[in-house]
């Protein structure tokens, strides 16, 4: 029986390559959401049920178009994060490069769509 170190057992099986930046970058997508939810709740709210010259009149505003904005974008991009951690963790092989790739696609797909609403809305 060999009596390994944690060092020793982790050697030679590579590095974690950009581990630190991923959780720095969960960590202040989080933070940056504690504030953007709640604002755009609070600008996105009083227009629900509204018609849509109210909607545009009130999205034409700087103000609540870049609260939607950063939060549509911060939003998917945390959300990519998220979903690529689980992806690493539970699905392994070729099905692991694809789901990443599928899920980075569709991450970037949908925050730019968002933002075209928003920017319609607000031109």
Known sequence: MRYLTDRKRAEGMGSAKTGTAHFWAMKVSSVALLFLIPAFLLTFGPMLGQDYATVTDYFARPFPAIVAALTIVV?????????????????????????????????????????????????
């Open 75 to 123: 939003a998917f991009m945390h959300f990519k994060d998220g979903v690529q951690v689980l992806i690493e963790d539970y699905v392994h092989g070729l099905n692991q490069k694809v789901l990443i790739i599928l899920m980075v696609c569709l991450s970037y797909a949908a925050a730019a769509t968002g933002l075209f609403a928003i920017a319609r809305l607000a031109l």
